[in-house]
């Protein structure tokens, strides 16, 4: 199937316009009118989730993070992103990142994690700007209601759905929550949006020891459950939704990539 037939369904699911403006979204690498058999997703373009892809002999893949991310004014083997450039294009394969678009749109992974919490009245901390998507539940991150449940249990609920390693929190574990906002990856930054819609906790992958006592300076029950586990599921899931969109290729989700923490 060509290349840009199957980045026309990537942005039907994830449409680029709903990407954050800072982001480096769409395909990064490759040919739009090259042939594609087959597909991986992972969260991070690295030597392991390449060799993965260059094993299964893939022609594109799908990472959450954009490599390049920022402007660049040299492709050489001197920087880590340079060597895993030319080496996915020697393998003659294309690299696209949806990254905040799949973050911010209805199926994407704030929306899902919303949706994993059992959360209701869902909406976005910050609505897309387009008036296209005026009637629709996408933009920055999620917020939403449940009944007072104690962080150790609404961890717990996570837990059934995420493959959690190490989750984190401010306050104690018995401490109940009611209304929490969400920001996949690294959120920390975002605390003031969800103070302002009135949530008292954050659900987020991770958060500088200062956003900590920010959050704690707040009232505001900062949860982090690692920047992979908040994001990587979401990718194997994308894998899902693309295979059953597209079953004349191969599309899998990377199974030799791995958290840090
Ligand atoms: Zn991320």
Known sequence: MLLNSILTILQDIAPLDLAESWDNVGLLVGRRDSDV?????CLTLTDVTLQEAIEAKANLIVTHHPIPFKPISKI???TTSGSLLLKAARADIAIYSPHTAWDNCARGINQQLAEELGLTNIKPLQQAVSPKY???CVGTGRYGSMVATAIGDVLEKL?????IEQARHTHTLSKTVSKIGIVCGSGGSMLGLVASRGCDAMLTGEATYHQCLEAEAQGIVLIMIGHHASEAFAMKRLAGMLQESIPSIRVFASANEHSLF
């Open 37 to 41: 058999s087959c597909a991986m997703t």
């Open 76 to 78: 050489t083997d001197d």
């Open 134 to 136: 005026k009637d629709e």
């Open 159 to 163: 837990g059934t759905a995420l493959p």
